[in-house]
Every structure is written in structure tokens, then in C-alpha cells.
């Protein structure tokens, strides 16, 4: 049935035209944050692809070689395979690591009576300072003959100086991640365990659950989704890791704490082959793609989404 | 043939920078008041030395008051990480400072001054032979020099005589250094400071070895690998130099000076440009004296520094005529006195022992020691990779993870890239 057009073409006409009239001052309101996503995020991503396919040195002659960055990149380079190694082995360890810990002391703190706010402040601080100057401040801790080597020689702890052995230096890189980046996780799950109703654990621990059930069975379940986001950003975030391999060890010795950022920074700022820096960079995009797709797909099954 | 669209972009912009030097030529010829701004990068390390360039830039303002410089300066390892990205934004200065090791990977950006100097009657053979070589490339002179010098021992005379060691002198051998610095290594402080490239290259230069072949790097041949293993074993096996933790924007040469500068190591290798910091920042009496003798004597590098013309630069013949003065004798006495420059012009070389080698032990003897044995420094185009693998791959030698070999092998094979 069919109403009277007039009505209708007016109503329409009428929602029609604000509409039109909304979406055009949306645009206008997202305009400068569009284009400045265009200029300082699109745009330099696309000229980065380029760059990939060429062997721009800045001086000397430019040509587009294709693919040749990338099988250089996966064929050729010695050190390619340690440092992609490096760069998951070091986002294994310090994403587990960092998780444990965050989620352990935010449950320690939910359970205080008082001084919560104090201790989740004291433990925020390392997120305040800069990544490089903790880093450095590390680095004398760290350095031969250091606090560190002092603390182990008084408690004759038999492991050699950390920052100058291949096998050990990695560890003070997460060592000083660790010390920097927990505060941050411990806020995010503090905040939602906070979230969760107290009835529920009220009911499982008359229903006669452990303190291990309910944190299994009722208190993980629910801050999943938090959870989620907190492993996927810091997964991301421990994959490009620049600043404090930059900072306390440069890559060394050799390339035992070379990382795939470091690796980008060297290649494109110190030998100048900037091709060839942004093919490592695209393929650590590719890893980094690869790893979240994963973790969506995890998340089917592990997270919980309800009230 | 191959085309490329970076050549074509480059093609553009060179033909519109030489369309505006052609149409700007006609008003040079006429106008002679037009006031003109030069800009010129260079490194500093401290507030001295920027007021020590400044002072430099007015002596050509004072010379032709229609040429005015503006300085533009950066820290020495940031310096290099910056000139690159001034090559692709097309926004190099018109007067470009050059150090004689990487003048090669820069050689294709810079103007060069055989031309103007033939033409001007400009007497190149005033300065040191050495450090033009190392400033030219392909036969073309880069940049005019304003200091070099050969890399020689600093040493800390208080804490020789307090051990009661005799000083390093001309002719001493390593016997008579490993012996020196093994005495003055105890509790804590240390005899010798390890360094990055430059101070290997030196000791392996002492030994008889070489580590060019036909312009390509090559450190993997018997004798460098045995004077290589010869110098980190001076950490490892002997224990005179310390283990130090290089990162955090230092090379292992710039930690061995600072030690020696906190009075924590009695020994280190490095160059005459560094006697003015030290000689500021130090309590005890510095001294110089030649590197070591090895099997081949006591060989060492010569390095210094100088000033170019930029290709993209509008104002070639103002900075032709800037340079001139940068580089001239007076520029050279005032940078000799001030401890600034070991002069490249050789008549000038004389204000550096009157003034900044005052109060320091042996300056001349140490000088003119080190000078009968040097060598240019020649290097390849990709000397700055192959100066940050050596900073990569050296603490793995000198903590004995590595032999010498292994560690030499990595570096030729990644520089190779």
C-alpha cells in the first residue's frame, strides 16, 4: 500500500537531505584527522612498498629490482634467520613472562585491603620514563664489573657477565622490557578484574571452589577479552622492538640481541641501503600480520565475550 | 638500458637547480653587494668547539663582507646519519664538511675544485700530502683540508711516574708497551683502552699486515688475523685493557677515552683532534708518544678533515671563496693555537706545539715520532658499515667468545652485502 507521495517524498526528502547534510559535516569534522592519517601513515606506507622494490642508496644510481630485496633478505644475508629468530624468541619470552607477571600482581593487589592505589601507581612509574634513559641506566647496572655482577659474585651465583655474552644478553634486553612495560598490562587487567561481580565469587567459594578454581573457572573466563587486547598489543609492540636493543646493547655482541627493528635502523641509516631496510620492514609486517591473524583466530575459542 | 623513475625525478630537479645557477650566473657578474648566505654543516662535540667554527665563519664575513655562514652542526656519529638524509631531501649545505674515510661514499654529491683551483692559482701543495689524497677521490679533489693527523698513544704521565714506568718514547716496542701496561694494571685501573677500527687498523699496520686488496676490504688473510688476535688478547689473555659494554651511542673508542679522561686507564690510541676536549676535562698531565712498534715498525694512520662544495649548491664560487679562507692560514694558526687542528697546511703546523700542546709531555718528539711512519687511510665506500661491524663484532673477540679469525670472517662476510 502505497502513502500519499507528497507526505513521504517530503519526509524522505527531508531525512534525504539531513542526512546528506550529516554525513557532510562528519566528513568535515574527520577531515583533518583523515588527512593526516593520508599524509603521515598512508602515503609513506605506500612510498616504503616502493622503496622495497628498489635498491635506493641515496647516492649512486636507483633501479626497481623487483623481488630482489626480499630473496637477498631470505637467501642471501647471513644474519637474516638469527635475527628473526631473535626478534620471536624475545617476544615469546618476554609476552609469557610479562603476562604471568602482570596478571600475578594484579591479582595480588585486587586482594589488599589497603594500598592498592599506591602500589599500582608505584608499579605504573616505569611506564613514565623513557624507554632509552631506563635503558641506560640498565646499561650501568648491567655493564662489567656493575651492580648486577657485584650482587652475583656476593651471592656466588655462577653466570657470567650478562651484557657481554652472546648466550645471556638477550635476557637483559626482556630483563629491562620486563622491568618497563609490566606497569602498564597490570593497570589493564587490574582494572578489569575490578569489573568482575563479586556474587559470582561469593557463590563458587560457598559452592566450595579453591582460590586456583576460581581463579581458573571464573576470574580468567572473564577478563579474557581484556586479556586478549593486552596480549595482542604487547605482541605487536615486543615484535618491533627498537629502543632498548639500541640503547643497551646496539645489536651485540655480534647479533645475539639483533632484532628485526634494529636490524631495519642499521641497514637503512647506517649502511644506507635504504631498499633493502624497507623490505625487512614489509616482512616483519608480514610477521606481525601473520601473528595477530592467529591470535583473532585463537580468540574464537578462548575468549569470552559475555556480561 | 635501464630507466628508472628515481632517474627521472633526479633528472628534473638537476636540470631546474641548472637553469636557476644559469639564470642567477648573469647577476653574480654584476652584482658585487648582494649579500649571500652560505650554509655550513659540521660536527661539534662541545660548546668550545662551535665557537671555535663561528669564529672561523666571521674571519670570512671579515674577509668579504657580502658572504655571510650560518652553521649548521651536529654530534659526530649523528652527524653521518644526517648528511644522507640531506643527500635525498636535496637539502645538503652549500659547504659540506668531509672526513677523509668516508669521503669515498660521498664522493657523488660533491663539487669538484681542481677546476676552480687551476684557474685561481690556488697552491694545493701548501698543505700535506696525505690528507689531499684522502680528500680526493677518482683523482678529484673533494674538499681542502683543514687538520689531519696520525693516530698516537695518549698517556697519563702521573700514572707512569707513579708506577714508576718509563715513558713511552720513539722507538719503544710492543714488548716495552705490554710490559708498561701490564705494570700499571692493578686494582682498579688499567693500562691500555681498546678501540674500534681505527686503532685496529694502526696495530695491524705496526705488524706488517694490510687489510686492503685491490681497493676491496680484505681482513681475512693470515697476517691480519694474527696482529687482530694479537690486540684483543691485550683484554682477554693479557687483561691489560678493560672489558667495556659498548652501546648507548659510544664506540669502543670513545669509552677507552673517557676512561683515560676519568683517570681510569693510563694508555689509549687516538687522534691529535682530541687534545683539545681532553686537555679541558682532565686533572693530570697528558702525554704523546708514536703507537708501538711491531715487526713492520711503528706504522700509523693519518685521518683528517675538510670542507666542500656541495653539487645542489646556488653559491658555488661564494664558496669557493669561503673555503679559501676556512682553510687559510689564518683560519689554520687560529684552530692550531686553539687545539682545534694539527694544520694540514704544513707552515701552519707549528702554532699547534707553541699553543694547544702546551703543558702536555713529549708533544713534538711524540709528533714527530709519529709522523715518520704514517699512512694514508684509504678506505672503501662502505667504510661506515664496515667501522659499526667492527663496533658489532669486536666485544665478541675481546670477551674471548670468538677467536680473532671467526670474528674477521663475519665482518668480511657482511660487509660484503
Not at chain 2, 2 to 13: D, P
Not at chain 2, 39 to 56: C, F, L, R, Y
Not at chain 2, 176 to 200: E, N, P, R, S
Not at chain 2, 397 to 408: C, F, H, P, R
Amino acid at each position: 500500500m502505497t502513502s500519499p507521495p507528497s507526505i513521504t517524498g517530503a519526509v524522505s526528502r527531508r531525512r534525504g537531505g539531513r542526512l546528506w547534510y550529516d554525513s557532510l559535516s562528519a566528513l568535515g569534522f574527520l577531515a583533518p584527522g583523515l588527512i593526516g592519517l593520508l599524509l603521515f601513515l598512508v602515503l609513506p606506507l605506500i612510498a616504503s612498498l616502493v622503496l622495497s622494490f628498489t635498491n635506493w642508496k641515496i647516492m649512486g644510481k636507483t633501479s626497481f629490482i623487483g623481488l630482489g630485496n626480499f630473496s637477498q633478505a631470505l637467501t642471501v644475508d647471513p644474519v637474516f634467520w638469527q635475527v628473526l629468530f631473535n626478534t620471536i624468541l624475545f617476544t615469546i619470552e618476554y609476552l609469557v613472562l610479562n603476562i604471568i607477571i602482570s596478571v600475578g600482581l594484579a591479582l595480588a593487589l585486587a586482594s589488599l585491603r589497603w594500598g592498592k592505589q599506591f602500589f599500582r601507581l608505584v608499579f605504573f612509574l616505569p611506564t613514565f620514563a623513557p624507554l632509552v634513559g631506563s635503558s641506560v641506566v640498565w646499561l650501568l647496572i648491567f655493564t662489567p664489573g656493575g651492580f648486577l655482577d657485584w650482587v652475583m659474585a656476593a651471592l656466588h651465583i655462577p653466570l657470567p657477565n650478562l651484557i657481554t655474552d652472546p648466550s645471556w644478553a638477550m635476557q637483559c634486553v626482556v630483563i629491562v622490557s620486563l622491568w618497563a612495560g609490566f606497569g602498564y598490562n597490570l593497570l589493564l587487567f587490574g582494572a578489569a578484574l575490578e569489573s568482575i561481580p563479586q556474587q559470582y565469587l561469593d557463590a563458587a567459594s560457598i559452592d566450595g571452589a579453591t582460590g586456583w578454581q576460581r581463579f581458573w573457572r571464573i576470574k580468567l573466563p572473564l577478563i579474557s577479552p581484556s586479556l586478549f587486547f593486552g596480549i595482542v598489543l604487547t605482541a605487536i609492540t615486543s615484535l618491533q622492538v627498537f629502543d632498548q636493543v639500541y640503547a643497551l646493547t646496539r645489536g651485540g655482541p655480534g647479533a645475539a640481541t639483533q632484532t628485526l627493528g634494529y636490524k631495519i635502523y642499521r641497514d637503512g641509516f647506517i649502511s644506507y641501503n635504504f631498499g633493502y631496510a624497507s623490505s625487512i620492514a614489509w616482512i616483519l609486517f608480514v610477521v606481525i600480520m601473520v601473528l595477530t591473524a592467529v591470535q583473532l583466530g585463537l580468540q574464537r575459542k578462548w575468549v569470552h565475550y559475555d556480561a | 638500458m635501464h630507466i628508472s623513475k628515481m632517474g627521472v625525478g633526479a633528472a628534473v630537479r638537476v636540470s631546474v637547480v641548472a637553469a636557476s645557477l644559469l639564470a642567477g650566473a648573469s647577476w653574480i657578474g654584476q652584482a658585487v653587494a648582494d649579500p649571500v648566505t652560505l650554509t655550513w654543516g659540521m660536527w661539534v662535540g662541545s660548546d668550545a668547539e662551535k665557537a671555535a667554527w663561528q669564529h672561523v665563519a666571521d674571519m670570512v664575513t671579515a674577509k668579504y663582507p657580502d658572504i655571510k655562514i650560518e652553521l649548521q652542526t651536529a654530534s659526530w656519529p649523528d652527524y653521518w646519519t644526517k648528511l644522507p638524509t640531506l643527500v635525498a631531501s636535496n637539502q645538503l649545505p652549500d659547504i659540506v664538511s668531509l672526513q677523509s674515510l668516508r669521503t669515498p661514499g660521498f664522493a657523488s654529491v660533491m663539487t669538484p675544485l681542481d677546476d676552480m683551483a687551476k684557474r685561481d692559482n690556488f697552491d694545493v701543495g701548501a698543505f700535506d700530502k696525505s690528507i689531499i689524497g684522502g680528500l680526493s677521490s677518482d683523482g678529484h679533489l673533494l674538499a681542502l683540508p683543514y687538520d689531519f693527523g696520525p693516530l698516537l698513544v695518549y698517556y697519563n704521565a702521573d700514572m707512569f711516574k707513579k708506577d714508576n714506568v718509563p715513558v713511552p718514547k720513539e722507538g719503544w716496542t710492543e714488548d716495552d708497551f705490554k710490559k708498561a701496561a701490564k705494570t700499571l694494571t692493578h686494582d682498579q685501573q688499567y693500562g691500555f683502552g681498546i678501540g674500534g677500527v681505527d686503532q685496529v687498523i694502526s696495530w695491524i699496520s705496526s705488524a706488517g699486515a694490510t687489510y686492503l686488496k685491490d681497493g676491496n676490504l680484505d681482513i681475512t688473510n693470515d697476517k691480519f688475523a694474527a696482529a687482530f688476535q694479537d690486540y684483543v688478547d691485550l683484554v682477554g689473555k693479557d687483561k691489560v685493557a678493560p672489558l667495556q659494554a659498548a652501546s648507548g651511542g659510544a664506540q669502543l673508542g670513545d669509552m677507552a677515552r673517557g676512561s683515560f679522561a676519568a683517570g681510569n686507564i693510563a694508555m689509549v690510541i687516538d687522534g691529535p683532534w682530541q687534545l683539545i676536549n681532553l686537555k679541558s676535562s682532565v686533572k693530570f698531565t697528558i702525554g704523546l708518544a708514536p703507537v708501538p712498534a711491531g715487526a713492520a715498525g711503528s706504522i700509523t694512520v693519518t685521518a683528517g678533515s675538510g670542507f666542500g662544495i656541495s653539487q645542489t649548491s646556488q653559491h658555488k664560487e661564494e664558496a669557493w671563496k669561503a673555503l679559501q679562507i676556512l682553510t687559510g692560514p689564518d683560519a689554520e694558526q687560529y684552530l692550531a693555537s686553539q687545539g682545534r687542528a694539527f694544520a694540514a697546511r704544513i707552515a701552519d703546523q707549528q702554532y699547534w706545539y707553541k699553543a694547544a700542546a702546551v703543558g702536555v709531555d713529549n708533544a713534538e718528539a711524540g709528533m714527530n715520532a709519529a709522523l715518520k711512519g704514517t699512512v694514508p687511510y684509504i678506505t672503501t665506500p662502505n667504510w661506515n658499515t664496515v667501522n659499526n661491524l667492527f663496533e658489532q663484532y669486536e666485544p665478541l673477540a675481546l670477551s674471548g667468545k670468538q677467536t680473532g679469525a671467526e670474528v674477521l670472517a663475519t665482518i668480511n662476510k657482511l660487509s660484503a652485502q
